[in-house]
């Protein structure tokens, strides 16, 4: 195991959304403080700072203390970062898989989801955390359609309700309202579902997929947005 970089700010990051809170105390920001300095101490991590966003959901990266959080890392002031999931950073995969797959990695630091046990150390929990980030997504888009039903006419006129297309779908290049299947993307989709139905929960899933060597959300993701979202945080 890498032994902590005790000259480094060890980043624990905490997130609760006004969903989170209807789902009980367990995801409450007390709880995840606890458990991420019990887990912190208990590995040998030093200089912990806590970075905490109090109800700003998960599709939203516009949050103070992650702002925070990443300008550190993009100075150079942190070694790790700890969370309890993966869904406390966010639950756009696209989004996540550029922090966790591209940032972290070329700042040299740390990324360990406790309860996932995700450890980016760890060569076995990288290939089945980015399967993790889609069906995190898919988590709050199915929320979202519960709370938001008033949009349903919308969709009923065969339009969608995000700008960006969901894994598994592509924009029609003549109408971006309009989505079409992926099929490199949708045969992983449909595996998922299936997997899904057959009784595994997330982390089976993902770690089936790992070793039926399925190819990697973030080869979808190289292939077709990191361009976008580095435009997006540079322009």
């Known amino acids: 195991?890498?032994?902590?970089?005790?000259?480094?700010?060890?980043?624990?990051?905490?997130?609760?959304?006004?969903?989170?809170?209807?789902?009980?105390?367990?995801?409450?920001?007390?709880?995840?403080?606890?458990?991420?300095e019990k887990y912190a101490k208990e590995q040998g991590f030093t200089n912990l700072a806590h970075y905490t966003d109090d109800g700003y959901s998960g599709t939203n990266f516009d949050r103070p203390d992650w702002k925070r959080l990443t300008a550190d890392i993009e100075e150079g002031k942190i070694g790790c970062v700890i969370v309890k999931d993966m869904s406390r950073i966010g639950?756009?995969?696209?989004?996540?898989?550029f922090y966790t797959e591209v940032l972290f990695r070329e700042k040299g630091v740390r990324f360990i989801a406790i309860s996932?046990?995700?450890?980016?150390t760890h060569s076995e929990s990288n290939e089945f955390a980015p399967f993790l980030n889609i069906m995190n997504e898919w988590y709050v888009r199915d929320t979202s359609r519960k709370i938001k039903s008033v949009l349903r006419n919308k969709g009923m006129e065969g339009k969608h309700?995000?700008?960006?297309?969901?894994?598994?779908?592509?924009?029609?290049?003549?109408?971006?309202n309009h989505w079409l299947v992926d099929e490199e993307a949708a045969a992983v989709v449909r595996r998922i579902f299936q997997l899904i139905i057959e009784g595994n929960g997330p982390m089976q899933v993902a770690?089936?997929?790992t070793n039926e060597k399925v190819e990697r959300p973030s080869y979808y993701l190289a292939k077709?947005?990191?361009?976008?979202?580095?435009?997006?945080?540079?322009?």
Do not use: H
């Open 207 to 209: 770690r089936i997929l």
């Open 1 to 36: 195991m890498k032994r902590p970089d005790n000259n480094k700010i060890t980043a624990l990051y905490e997130r609760l959304s006004r969903d989170d809170e209807l789902n009980g105390d367990s995801n409450s920001i007390v709880n995840q403080k606890k458990m991420l």
């Open 224 to 235: 077709t947005s990191i361009p976008n979202i580095l435009i997006r945080r540079t322009g």
């Open 161 to 176: 309700l995000t700008s960006n297309a969901i894994y598994g779908y592509k924009k029609k290049p003549e109408d971006n």
């Open 91 to 97: 639950r756009n995969y696209l989004e996540v898989g």
């Open 116 to 120: 996932n046990g995700v450890d980016s």
